[in-house]
């Protein structure tokens, strides 16, 4: 099949996903398009690129500090945006906000971290952008059906992202490949890197696992079969994608989210919630043990990668010895800036390494780095009162706080080897959306409108064929 024919049934076959998920009874706001909009972005490529568009200096360490205006302007949009609907939606927001927050008080202290970056002007800038992130996760869960939106999110960045990733590994080959640091061949589908493309199939995958073993045990539900068709093709290409990002880290976070999210279906677990925690605990158990009888090689290399991580251990011992200050860290997102990014580079020059590296390949040294023991420590405490909405989300509504459950672990373990903390990033944004959601579903009563807009949807009427796509977005 030619690209340009393959091009044409891939297109028809997106458009066929959105109309095959067509649903009236559900209402979103026009709004949740900002964050599809935003996570489009940050889970392929910026913009500028996909325009081809120069954004300054072809120096990448110039680049780190200027980027790109054509993405700042965009980015700046979106934002502006989303804070006039949270305006409009001031009382919800203000809710979601008072009980989530931990998140609250990490985002002020990235604020406060400006003050003693060596680059203040950039980390406020970088600190307004990352604003967004939080910014687009209360659009998507101050909806009047937040259950309803996530879903709906996921759908609308799956049926764009996943298919369109194929097609460019598949036919386009000078967008969809490239090589690693090494030299050797990967698959980016429509991101820059594997890592990208492993961690937005991730998130994907997780939530369209949810929505389709929802609809499967939903046997009352209005078109229940187009429904589950659309999201199970829509799960396949995940799993197909997974398979061609070849991220071992995504792999590994994906198989125990679905093990979490197919124990909220278990009806031991339902009728107790509290096995939910020695299911959680079991994990994190079985991993601890790993690490301390040695067994993290033999687990390193079933995955396919080296007992360093794939070199990530080396960068660890590079970056930690560069940290500025143990306690408050070099100030946000400042510590790949200046002098310290020429000193990592060239410690791991002497280890043999070429790669410009611009992250530290572990969520919480990320953290470190930029805000100390401070910044870990609101990290910490944000995913234990994450864990703890889940928990209390997944007695109101348990397939939903299975998922959220799901985003919080994957991005905990996600973290060690990848920096899933960081602003713009597709893992950081859903643990975003995970704290904030769990806590509107167990205490704002979504539970309970869930439950009696259940029961009417199956006296609502489908829409025309004339105006069903239209519906559906």
Known sequence: MSPSFATIVYVGGIIGLFYLDRNRSVRTAHFLWLPVI?????????????????????????????????????????????????????????????????????????????????????????????????????????????????????????????????LFIKYFGDLGRGYDPDGRPMNTGVTTNKNILGVITLVVALGTLWSFLDLLFAKHQPNRARHLLARGTLLAFCIAVLAMADSATSVACFSLGTVLILATHFPMIRRRPGAMHGLVAMILLAGGLAMLLGGQTSIVHALGRKSNLTGRTDIWACVLPVAPNPVVGAGFESFWLGPRLGRVWSNLARLGYTMRINEAHNGYIEVYLNLGLVGVSLIAISLINGYRGSIAAFRSDPPFGGLMLAYIIAAAIYSVSEAGFRMLDPMWIFLLLAVVGAHTIAFGGVARRRRRLRSRERHVAEPSATNAFASAL
Do not use: H
């Open 38 to 166: 935003w996570i489009w972005i940050i889970g392929s490529r910026p913009v500028s690129q996909w325009l081809g568009l120069s954004g300054g200096s072809n120096n990448f360490a110039t680049q780190l500090v200027e980027g790109s205006p054509y993405d700042a302007a965009i980015f700046g949009i979106l934002l502006a945006a989303g804070i006039v609907v949270l305006i409009r939606r001031r009382t919800r927001t203000y809710a979601c906000l008072i009980a989530s927050w931990p998140i609250v008080v990490y985002f002020a202290y990235c604020l406060l971290s400006v003050l003693w970056s060596d680059f203040p002007d950039i980390a406020f800038k970088r600190w307004i952008k990352a604003i967004g992130d939080l910014v687009m996760a209360l659009v998507v869960v101050t909806d009047t059906d937040p259950v309803a939106a996530v879903g709906r999110l996921i759908s609308r960045v799956g049926f764009i992202l996943m298919p369109a990733s194929v």
